[in-house]
């Protein structure tokens, strides 16, 4: 149950696309289309902006969007607004060698 | 309206127990599995422990297997987690989170939190 690793910050102007990375092995992300995506901003509850690596729950913007390759993740969020200013997590479920979900790292994004 | 309610948190001495509890209103609480997700401060988010609805299986991460225990009482709509043997690298916000109606991926309903603190 070793941790996906994400960048641990990226950046970018108001307008700009980013991307954050999610690299796990062929035990997680790699085997199911099971990864999902949070943002957290201080002091709150985690919320679900992505899920089955691509899938935008209701309410969530389509500035965000989901992708995978192998056993790497990305967030891409296009049109960078100062409220896209949080923590974001990936998050993937696992077999082996018992069911369980593991998280990344969590990236924290900075609207210059 | 879904709404997940934590409780059952504080401050306990290392080697200690607590009971942790959320209290679920808003969708047929028997038919989803619930897990529980922790945060340490200033730190990321780790995945802890999931029960089926009606409570047939339960999973652990490996960092508090034999120590925690999940349940569940369909008929108060409440998952619990009990903590044993409490160490200092317990100390965390504990979140319990609605499972997918299906598939395993994404937890759309959080609780607002709950803190576990350890110390003598």
């Known amino acids: 149950q070793s941790a996906l690793t994400q960048p641990a910050s990226v950046s970018g102007s108001p307008g700009q696309s980013i991307t954050i990375s999610c690299t796990g092995t062929n035990s997680d992300v790699g085997l199911y289309d099971y990864v999902s995506w949070y943002q957290q901003h201080p002091g709150k509850a985690p919320k679900l902006i992505l899920s089955d690596v691509t899938k935008r729950p209701s309410g969530v913007s389509d500035r965000f969007f989901g992708s995978k390759s192998g056993n790497t993740a990305s967030l891409t969020i296009s049109g960078l607004q100062p409220e896209d200013e949080a923590d974001y997590y990936c998050?993937?479920?696992?077999?082996?060698?018992?069911?369980?979900?593991?998280f990344g790292g969590g990236t924290k994004v900075t609207v210059l | 309206e879904v709404q997940l309610l934590e409780s059952g948190g504080g401050l306990v001495q290392p080697g200690g127990s607590l009971r942790l509890s959320c209290a679920a209103s808003g969708f047929s609480f028997s038919g989803y599995a619930m897990s529980w997700v922790r945060q340490t401060p200033g730190k990321g988010l780790e995945w802890v422990s999931a029960i089926s609805g009606g409570g047939y299986t339960a999973y652990y991460a490996d960092s508090v297997r034999g120590r925690f225990t999940i349940s569940r009482d369909d008929s108060k709509s409440t998952v619990y987690l009990q903590i044993d043997s409490l160490g200092a690298e317990d100390t965390a916000v504990y979140y319990c989170?609605?499972?997918?109606?299906?598939?395993?991926?994404?937890?759309?309903?959080w609780g607002q939190g709950i803190l576990v603190a350890v110390s003598s």
């Open positions: 998050n993937s479920y696992a077999s082996t060698p018992t069911p369980s979900w593991v």
């Open positions: 989170a609605r499972d997918p109606p299906k598939g395993y991926s994404g937890w759309a309903y």
